[in-house]
């Protein structure tokens, strides 16, 4: 692997070096290419992007409960907290192809949905994932690698099918938490219902001081999320007593963290304060609440951000705080993107696409190839390179240490 700044798992060809070091970030002003938004107000979606990998995908749910920690979001007694986790994982079996609704449960989500999102496409209800429900794991490899995957604020795991999906195809096994309370309502298994109005919705009286508070303080609840869903991930490889498809078949030394905005926050913390992780990938997830660590991480680590706010929100001072955590990070802005760039509602809202800086479909295969050949190199799998010369034109790297050591002034590097 080169050393050379903002490159590292995108290095393996020398032609896909030549591309990606003509986009590297200096500390002068760049200007990354976005189409009108308008290019894509006329089209309808009513289907994800198909997975890319060599196989299909099959899911399964779960109603887990951490008995050993209070539920301190809950505004009534609750005993333990109660998590819903989708795992979406590589199958070779297309029987019954039974495909999973893109939202579980809809009928009981349905009321908190509206308020959450008033514009909701009418298509949703029977909007299809490609993922089998139930289906046996792939036999193709003995083992697989482990990702657990966190959503952004006020976000559910289902709004990251597509990326989910992607990454099940390659080979991953990933499990989606549902951050009760985080999100614009939970339907579990057990008969509970989290609405809306009971989570994100509660908090719109805070102030902006408030909701930074509440919101660290949330990250660390995530975190101990992602720790319990390892936990019990772990014991579906080892538990005879627990029929699932998983065990004896998890690769329990490849596990990684991965998430998006708030979510992103939180994998990267889970990556750094916890031995069993990896690997750590964020999906635009800057952490501005980011403490200053007493040595970094050898760790790999990839952080993704979007064009639209670019390197204009990284100081010189967060700058240094995350080469002081991690001894390598990879960092890329993704061109033509914005913040939910890295969900699925531009994929699945026409009124989203028609406000996305760029077409939301070629933004899904970038962000998703990047992040499935990261993972690929990190874990040491020897698979074809995903990236080619029309995803690195997408792909600018970011030299933190430019950044770092820049002198104090006026930042001239925010995005037009």
């Not at 099940?168 to 219902?193: E, Q």
């Not at 509602?345 to 009124?351: F, G, K, W």
Request: hydrophobic share 40%; charged share 20%; glycine share 6%.
């Amino acid at each position: 692997m080169l050393n050379t700044p903002g490159i590292g798992f995108l290095s393996a060809n020398p032609l896909l070096i030549a591309l990606l070091i003509g986009f590297t970030l200096s500390t002068a002003a760049v200007e990354y290419s976005q189409e009108t938004p308008a290019s894509n107000a006329s089209r309808d979606v009513a289907e994800l992007p198909r997975p890319t990998g060599p196989h299909l995908v099959g899911t399964v749910l779960y109603d887990w409960t951490d008995d050993s920690r209070e539920e301190q979001w809950s505004s009534g007694p609750q005993k333990g907290r109660e998590l819903m986790v989708q795992i979406w994982y590589p199958t070779d079996s297309s029987q019954a192809r039974k495909y999973e609704p893109y939202v579980p449960d809809f009928d009981r989500l349905k009321s908190s949905l509206i308020q959450y999102w008033p514009e909701m496409p009418s298509f949703v209800p029977s909007l299809k994932t490609h993922a089998i429900l139930g289906a046996p794991l792939s036999v193709a490899r003995e083992r697989y690698p482990v990702l657990i995957f966190s959503h952004g604020m006020n976000s559910a795991r289902f709004f990251y099918t597509s990326l989910l999906e992607e990454l099940a195809s390659h080979g991953y096994i990933v499990a989606a938490i549902d951050h009760t309370f985080w999100g614009p309502g939970v339907a579990f298994s057990s008969g509970r219902m989290v609405p809306f109005e009971d989570g994100m919705d509660a908090r719109d009286n805070l102030t902006s001081d408030e909701y930074d508070q509440m919101m660290w303080a949330g990250v660390s609840v995530m975190v101990a999320d992602e720790v319990f869903v390892e936990k019990r991930i772990a014991q579906l490889d080892s538990d005879p007593s627990v029929p699932n498809p998983f065990r004896h078949r998890l690769d329990l030394s490849r596990v990684g963290a991965i998430g998006h905005s708030m979510g992103g926050q939180a994998a990267t913390r889970a990556c750094l304060e916890y031995a069993v992780f990896k690997v750590c990938a964020c999906l635009d997830g800057l952490n501005p609440f980011f403490y200053l660590r007493p040595k970094p991480s050898k760790k790999p680590f990839l952080l993704l951000m979007n064009s639209t706010w670019g390197t204009s929100i990284i100081s010189q001072s967060l700058a240094k705080r995350y080469l002081a955590a991690w001894v390598a990070p990879e960092v890329f802005v993704i061109r033509g993107t914005k913040h939910n760039s890295f969900d699925d509602l531009p994929l699945v809202d026409p009124e989203e696409r028609a406000k996305a800086p760029s077409d939301p479909t070629r933004a899904h295969s970038v962000i998703a190839a990047v992040t499935v050949e990261f993972f690929d190199d990190s874990f040491g799998f020897t698979a074809v390179t995903r990236s080619n010369s029309n995803t690195l034109q997408d792909v600018v790297a970011v030299d933190l240490r430019q950044i770092a050591d820049k002198a104090p002034g006026p930042r001239s590097d925010t995005p037009k």
